[in-house]
């Protein structure tokens, strides 16, 4: 990653400080505010890649970048430069805005030019350059034309080929671009001799322009895959375009709604035709090894044989270039050239984290042999010859195993390339849940299960039925074999996609997502180990994905709950231990860790987490559409189905920071999911009162579930979705009848009216704190919307939670009439302490935050800081554990130790 200037830094380091300081003075006023926010650029903003190495061969990149409070109008200009000045096309819209209507986020896409230079410069008010070739989109009939510039994608609106031709001037470079699904009917579990498959093919319901340029198109495409009358595993396809590139990207979503005990994915793929012109010794295949390795073949190889064409010729073949005129060689090579055989079929499947294979073949019917292997594929190849070809690659290869690459039919007039998402030749997926119930029928005796493995059985709950999974993928179109340094740039774009970047100053500045970080800080002592420790932890998590290997289709992006340090190994097995599906809110620690560094390590690490989280832990089909999964054993097995997991906070992070649409869908769809309380009651199995939900009066915690539904009305709100208004009205109404309940947020719950979005106002004071309640992004939430709207009495009914929850026992009573009862998690809780201190000066409560900070539970100073090293016969690989971290306490530590230090970073203890 390129370092971020020095002098951003200490700007940034000392806005924070200043800042502290100020609202501490004010109590949080306007003004202090108004000090917080100088820190955002009121002139160019310097844009930088996540990583160095600029675009390579990506096709363009999409940057969010926010703004202060009433900054800038939504009409605002900007234009984009390299450092050196050089002008570089810019798309501009608008993503959020603040509640005076001025911009809050925009995204910024650029492609053509942005090679110039690696740091770039965003400047409010100028006029955007227009690119040389611009990007246009035409409609006409069931087609949709996208034209780079470069290469023209012909999209089907209905049928079965999504793209149906990829051209490059007036040469076809792909054709019949469509989706393929083999399923199995069932599993024999002795030796599969009896399963048999069957083919499904994408069929397309319907395809709309989501962008029409000038610097980037977007098309989405949905549908169904289809065999006979069965159409089933919704597809949800986008396509993004570039002015100028070559290339163009595919974000690719299926949803699963298949019958678990029958429906066994065998594959899942994007399939192209790609037409093959040449002579087969000018037909070339590259297919990517580890790293940027290649093997470099032709169809007809004429290299290592026993009669030499010549070494010109020889070195030709294997650069790609086209070969002389067969007249010019040998002719002992060229009279026997029919003699030679040409090799068709290949294919690269990576069945594990730790190895791929490689093998071809002549063609079908023929044997297969081995062509090499090694541990991680790319996922990139190229199929094509001296008069055009296509590349192509599948983003986390061997992250989201088991994967495939096929090339068949390299030696007839149309080759056939597959990106197997789901490698046919792996076991085929296997969604059914994991045990048989243990004989748990009654809510008592799943109870007692939740008593032994931590795990919230109830019978059909384990259902994958409305889970989701996305995958990207990238594909060329040249005119030729490309040069061994371009496969390079284009095996890194597949690796790793570039990603432009705004810097830390400008989020901080800006005061989004709750103002409540700050750039790293070591300039004490007690603050540099605060720092050490945060460091620490991330690097742990970082190394304990790739010592336990947690990778995977459905599996990579989340870690671990708890561990076992009897096993010396996580409690991968062991009920609501297992996964840790977004509990505690890990998503918010780590997203703000990116946010307050600029680190590339930790960007990645979040975005493969948010990719998960929001997909494979959340349902988006059927009766629990809306909800999400309770960490466990399987991602959906537990039956605890609740808003705190399907929080659309974990997800606004990366939307914002890349106006990500598939991502946008996400948060969109959570806008109407107060309407599954109807469906479900998340407190069903411990109740003690007599509860039937009603649609005017239903049952909603002010902590999990409140923090769920605000954050996606909050969420369509800033970005002026369709249902802007009705989730602007959610907001304020719940707001306001929290805030009137005799107790506030203490109250705990209330009954919440669909219809008018209102909770009902108790007429008796009841106490109903849980530990829980603020760390699914309450906190966070809450400083959001108390910034933005001005609701006296909401803030003061927050700021009371924040100051009694950390209090004694007496304390609460002598407020409340009773004290909260036995309660956990203070130290994450010291983060309440500190913004409330901030926001009432109260020095007693800033002390007190770093008090419970230090000395209550959670990490300790005096705890280890260190892991241990592992080999076997103890482990099963060699590694590292930290016996001691648990993801609970990694995220409220997290949490805590980012907020503490940016609210009250001045008034740390000596």
């Not at 009121?42 to 930088?48: A, Q």
């Not at 035709?273 to 070339?284: C, I, L, N, S, W």
């Not at 280890?864 to 001691?884: F, H, I, R, Y």
């Amino acid at each position: 990653m390129s370092p971020i200037p020095r002098r951003n830094v200490l700007k940034a380091a000392a806005m924070a400080g200043a800042a502290a300081q100020f609202s501490w003075a004010l109590g949080g006023s306007a003004q202090a505010a108004a000090a917080d926010e100088k820190g955002a650029a009121e002139g160019p903003v310097e844009i930088k890649w996540l990583e160095d190495g600029g675009l390579g061969a990506a096709p363009g990149s999409t940057v969010g970048v926010p703004w202060p409070k009433g900054q800038y109008a939504k009409d605002q200009t900007f234009a984009l430069a390299t450092a050196d000045g050089e002008d570089v096309p810019v798309q501009t819209w608008a993503t959020g805005f603040w509640p005076d209507g001025s911009l809050k986020w925009t995204a910024h896409a650029a492609g053509e030019g942005l090679a110039a230079g690696t740091g770039y410069r965003l400047t409010p008010g100028a006029t955007a350059a227009v690119p040389e070739k611009k990007v246009t989109v035409r409609e006409s009939g069931g087609r949709i034309t996208v034209d780079t510039g470069v290469v023209q994608a012909v999209i089907g609106k209905d049928g079965g080929k999504l793209i149906q031709s990829v051209t490059r001037g007036s040469r076809k470079i792909a054709t019949d671009g469509r989706l393929v699904l083999l399923r199995q009917g069932d599993i024999d579990d002795g030796d599969h001799g009896n399963a048999k498959w069957e083919r499904f093919d994408g069929e397309i319901s319907g395809a709309v322009v989501e962008q029409d340029g000038p610097v980037r198109a977007v098309v989405r495409i949905d549908g169904k895959h289809r065999k006979g009358s069965r159409r089933w595993l919704p597809f949800s396809v986008r396509l993004y375009f570039y002015a100028g590139a070559e290339s163009f990207r595919m974000v690719h979503t299926i949803t699963f709604d298949g019958d678990q005990e029958k429906d066994f994915i065998r594959g899942l793929g994007v399939r192209f035709t790609v037409p093959m012109r040449d002579e087969a010794y000018d037909r070339h295949i590259r297919i990517g090894g580890d790293g940027t390795g290649l093997l470099r073949e032709a169809v007809k190889g004429i290299t290592g044989l026993r009669r030499d064409p010549g070494a010109a010729v020889q070195a030709a073949q294997f650069a790609g270039e086209k070969l002389p005129d067969p007249a010019t060689w040998d002719q002992r090579v060229t009279t026997r050239l029919p003699l030679i055989p040409t090799w068709g079929d290949y294919t690269l499947s990576q069945l594990s984290a730790d190895g791929f294979t490689l093998r071809k073949r002549t063609k079908g019917g023929h044997g297969w042999i081995a062509a090499g292997g090694g541990k991680r594929a790319s996922g990139f190849g190229y199929v094509g010859g001296a008069s055009g070809g296509l590349s192509f690659g599948l983003r986390d290869f061997w992250q989201k195993h088991p994967a495939q690459l096929d090339i068949r039919d390299a030696h007839t007039d149309e080759a056939e390339v597959t990106l197997w998402l789901w490698s046919p030749e792996a076991q085929p997926m296997d969604l059914r849940f994991y045990h048989d119930g243990l004989g748990q029928d009654t809510y008592a005796e799943q109870l007692e299960g939740l008593n032994i493995t931590y795990e919230d059985y109830e019978p059909e709950f384990g259902t994958p039925y409305g889970i989701a999974r996305t995958s990207e993928l990238l594909f060329w179109a040249h005119e030729s074999t490309p040069t061994a340094e371009v496969l390079a740039q284009e095996t890194e774009a597949v690796r790793v996609l570039p990603q432009l970047v705004a810097p830390p100053a400008q989020i901080i500045g800006a005061k989004v997502f709750g103002g409540l970080f700050a750039a790293p800080d070591r300039s004490t002592p007690a603050k540099a180990k605060i720092e050490d420790h945060l460091d620490f932890l991330f690097t742990y998590y970082q190394d304990q994905v790739e010592m336990r290997r947690w990778y995977g289709f459905w599996d990579y992006g989340d870690f671990m709950h708890s561990y076992d340090p009897a096993r010396h190994q996580w409690r991968y097995d062991v009920g609501g231990y297992a996964w840790d599906n977004s509990e505690l809110s890990p998503d918010i620690w780590l997203w703000y860790a990116y946010l307050r560094s600029g680190r590339a390590d930790i960007f990645r690490f979040s975005e493969a987490l948010t990719r998960h989280t929001g997909e494979v832990d959340v349902y988006h089909l059927g009766q629990w559409a809306g909800l999400g999964t309770r960490h466990g054993v399987q991602h959906f097995a537990d039956s605890a189905k609740q808003q705190r997991i399907a929080n659309t906070t974990y997800r606004r992070f990366y939307y914002f920071l890349t106006a990500d649409e598939r991502v946008g869908d996400l948060m969109a769809a959570n806008v109407d999911s107060d309407e599954t309380f109807l469906v479900l009651d998340p407190l069903r199995k411990v109740r003690t009162d007599v509860y039937t939900p009603d649609r005017h009066a239903l049952s909603v915690g002010f902590g999990t579930d409140w923090s769920g539904l605000v954050s996606a009305w909050l969420t369509e709100w800033e970005r002026n979705g369709p249902k802007a208004a009705k989730a602007k009205a959610r907001v304020l109404s719940t707001m306001e009848t929290i805030a009137a309940q005799p107790n506030g947020f203490v109250q705990g719950s209330g009954l919440y009216d669909l219809d008018t979005g209102k909770f009902a106002v108790a007429t008796t004071p009841v106490v109903g704190v849980s530990h829980l309640s603020a760390v699914f992004g309450l906190n966070e939430l809450c400083a959001e919307l108390i910034d933005i709207i001005d609701m006296p009495a909401f803030k003061s009914a927050y700021l009371d939670y924040c100051r009694y929850f950390n209090a004694t026992k007496t304390e609460q009573a002598a407020r409340y009439g009773t004290n909260f009862g036995s309660l956990l998690l203070f130290q994450g809780h010291s983060r309440l302490d500190a913004y409330a201190a901030v926001q009432t000066g109260d020095a007693k409560l800033a002390a007190r935050a770093w008090e419970k900070f230090y000395k209550s539970d959670g990490y300790m100073e005096s705890s280890p800081w260190a892991t241990e090293k592992l080999s076997g016969p103890v482990t099963l690989v060699p590694g590292s554990e930290a016996n001691w971290v648990y993801t609970n306490d990694t995220s409220l530590y997290g949490l805590a130790a980012i907020e503490n230090l940016a609210l009250l970073g001045d008034k740390m203890p000596s």
